[in-house]
Every structure is written in C-alpha cells, then in structure tokens.
C-alpha cells in the first residue's frame, strides 16, 4: 500500500476515534490551531521596534509582525490593567457586567472579581476539547471564584494581584505591601521564585507548550512587564546603557526581556513543528504610563489612564504562518474583544447566548470580507466618568456640555479639537454612546485608590 494510502487510512482511524471519544479527543487529525495570547503590561504604542521605537529593541515581536499582520488601529476596550483584560477574556464590554474598575487585592474575598456568570475563551476553548493555560498576571480578582483555574485553565502559573516585585528577596526599590510581594503560584501552590520573573514566565510558557504539541491548545501568557516597578538584571540594562532618563534604561530592559521570551516561544513552536498550526496574538493591555518618562505613545496624544489614543490604542500582531500573508498592515479599528469572537471560531467552538461585542477577524484578514469590522468602538470609565467613541474617523471623547471631537484620519494625534465647530456631528456621536450605554450596568465596585 502506498504510504499517503496509509496516511490517509490513519486519518480517517483517527477522525473516526475523535469522533467517538467526543470533543475531548485530541487526535493527529486535529487541525484546529492552537492558540498563543501575549498580552504585555502598560507597553506604550511606540514601545516597539515595528513602530519606530529608537529606545526599544524588539527584534522578536518585529518578526512576528513581519511574518504575520499587525494593526495600526487596535484598541482595547479600557486606558488600565483589569477592565482592558476582563473584556479580553470574554469577548464583551465590560461594561455590560460592571468590571469597570480595578479590584482590590482581596485574596478572601468572594465578590470582587471578573464575575463568575462570565464565560473566558479559556471556558470555551476548553469546551472545545483544548489545554489551557495561564501564565502570569491574572488581575481578574484574586478570591477563591475568581481563580484561573476556576475560569477555564487547566493550569496557572503566575500571581492574582495587579503587579509584582520581578526578584526573589527584597530589594531597594520593591513596591511594598502584600500584593507585590505575594507569592508565585503554581496550580494554587506557592514556589520559590528562583530568578527573574519575565524570564520565569517565559520558561513556563515554554514548558507548557512542549508538554502539549500534540493537541490543540491555548496559552494566555501575561508578562506583568514593563509595568511598574522598574526591575531588571543588570545584564539586560546594559545592552540600553546609552539610553537617557534614570529608570529607561530599565524599562527598555524589561521590554527586552519580554522580547528574548516571545523569541523562545516562537522558536520552540518552530522546532517541534507546531508554528503552522499555532495562532499567535501580542498585544499590550493598554497605553504607556508616560508619567514616568520611559514609555512612548507617540504620535499618539496622552497616556494609560486616559481615553486619548495613547490611553486605549496599541500595538497588536497576528502570526499564523502559512495562513496570514507576511507583513500585511490592517488599516481600519479593530478591538482586542475581537480575539475572542476570532478563536472561538477557528476552533469551532460555540460560545454562550450572552451578546458577544468582538468580530471574527479573519474573513478580513484572508480578503474574503472587505470594509471595516467594527462601525463604532465604545469606551466607559468609572461608571461614565470619562467617556469616548470611535466611529468611522471620528472620536470623540465626552465632555459635560460638548466634547472633544478629532478627526483621527488626519489628525491620529488629537490635536485639534473640532468639536465646536460640529456640535451637530457631536450630538450625532453622543447619540450613539447613550445608546450604547443603556445596555450596561453600574461598576460592581471602585477602583482601590
Ligand atoms: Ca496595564
């Protein structure tokens, strides 16, 4: 018999076996793609080499947009740490089930937290027979509900709180106080922290994808760099010792080390044979916190925390070899819920009744579907706070009495307010956020400070 006979023999044996032993069965038949999520922490919309970076040096992320599509216009749904990742994680706006603030470090508690009616694409790829894991900073609540591995990963790795000190032992400029120093889990077990965190998390990312090749799988790997505190082995500062500003050099370090880990993943993949089967996103959880002099959002106006471009817009790649033209730019808004609506689909999974806000890029990304995916983007701060939109060309960002209106195709920068000379296109937009807004409801709870 020949031998693509046998092959196609041993296909069909093992689609017959997958289909009996139901969605669990992971099978050589099995070609859904497996799924990497990198999600950075407070990485500024300049803060890599794709985009222009003269501080930053992230020669692996820039192979990944090369080899993949990056997008020019990608936002996330909130300007900080938990709200942004809430909506990523299960598709919607995060706004429609009150986790609109940060929540307190509460590792008791069983009311603060992504709320447990949720359901992750963690739930529904595991649904659809995948391993899960996460690795790093969770942020979605750190009571018993809310843990990872209570929100559809089969493993975690990595801290529940909002940040973390990066070294084992104290050290001069640790942030103080329980959160950041609490310990590194494994499955709910604490571990010594034996080096660097970034690298640590690096290291168990690899691992987990080496000890599942062969079957589907989604990774969300969230580096809590270069979130704040600055810290890194003096080794990686070095190769940014030329930098200006005190803490840069750091901070160029910190994303650097992010960078070497994303390399090793991808080389991994690379090596047992899985890159083509393996969708990689990487994304930044929001804007740079340019209050510190080290990040950079430019040309983008303003800054984490705010909804000015700088606050919401990011850098953001797709890979999948072999099945995304190389170095492609997608020009028209897309949304980090977008990633969600995108696996879910490609692994043929269903997810729940509850409206989904993300879009299925891919139709648009192989050309088969032309346009813009989203008409309108919404943002909601602190219960309606602060307060913006993105339709077509045009932001705007609510204020009591008008609002600051720019026109974002040629003014990506936001500085020249239009918005009282078209109050009429203002009250259009504003329209459209009332709308919006009538769907939500109020944040469960405040941020901490
Ligand atoms: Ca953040």
Not at 66 to 93: E, I, K, N
């Amino acid at each position: 018999m020949a031998r693509h006979s046998i092959k196609r023999l041993i296909v069909a044996a093992s689609v017959f076996l997958g289909a009996v032993a139901g969605s669990e069965a992971a099978s050589a038949a099995d070609r859904r793609p497996n799924f990497v999520l990198i999600v950075t922490d407070d990485q500024g919309y300049a803060d890599v080499g794709f985009h222009g970076s003269k501080r930053v040096r992230t020669p692996h992320i820039d192979a990944l947009a090369r080899g993949g599509v990056r997008f020019a216009q990608a936002y996330v749904t909130h300007p900080y740490c938990s709200p942004t990742r809430a909506g990523l994680l299960t598709g919607r706006y995060q706004q429609r089930f009150g986790h609109e603030n940060n929540p307190a470090y509460l590792p008791e508690n069983h009311e603060i937290g992504l709320p447990v009616g949720e359901v992750t694409i963690a739930d529904v790829l595991k649904g659809a027979g995948y391993v899960t894991a996460a690795v790093g900073k969770w942020h979605l609540g750190a009571g018993p509900p809310f843990h990872p591995g209570r929100r559809g990963f089969d493993e975690f790795f990595g801290f529940l709180g909002g940040g973390r000190n990066y070294f084992p032992g104290a050290r001069h400029n640790d942030v103080e106080g329980e959160e950041y120093s609490a310990a590194i889990e494994h499955n709910g077990e604490p571990v010594e922290l034996d080096g660097y965190l970034t690298h640590e998390l690096s290291d168990r990312a690899v691992d987990f994808v080496r000890r599942h090749r062969d079957r589907p799988f989604f990774l969300y790997l969230a580096y809590n760099a270069p979130h704040t505190p600055y810290q890194a082995p003096k080794r990686l500062q070095r190769r940014f010792a030329g930098v200006a500003g005190e803490d840069c050099p750091t901070y160029a370090a910190m994303i650097s080390a992010v960078d070497d880990g994303v390399g090793r993943l991808v080389e991994t993949l690379r090596r047992l044979e899985i890159d083509r089967h393996t969708v990689i996103f990487f994304l930044s959880d929001n804007g740079g916190q340019t209050l510190y002099e080290c990040a950079d959002n430019r040309p983008l106006r303003g800054r984490k925390g705010q909804l000015y471009e700088g606050g919401v817009r990011v850098p953001f790649v797709v890979a999948w070899p072999g099945r995304l033209a190389a170095g492609d730019t997608f020009d028209a808004p897309v949304s980090s819920l977008d990633i969600f609506a995108t696996a879910a689909a490609l692994a043929g999974a269903v997810p729940s009744a509850r409206p989904i806000d993300g879009i299925d890029l891919m139709p648009f990304l192989t050309g088969e579907r032309q346009g813009a995916p989203h008409e309108t983007l919404f943002w909601r701060v602190s219960g309606g706070h602060g307060w913006a939109l993105r339709h077509g060309r045009w932001k705007l960002i609510g204020r009591r009495g008008g609002g600051e209106l720019y026109d974002l195709e040629t003014d990506a920068g936001e500085t020249h307010n239009l918005g009282a000379e078209r109050p009429e296109l203002v009250q259009q937009l504003t329209g459209l956020y009332r709308s919006w807004n009538r769907d939500l409801v109020p944040p469960l709870w405040r941020n901490p400070s």
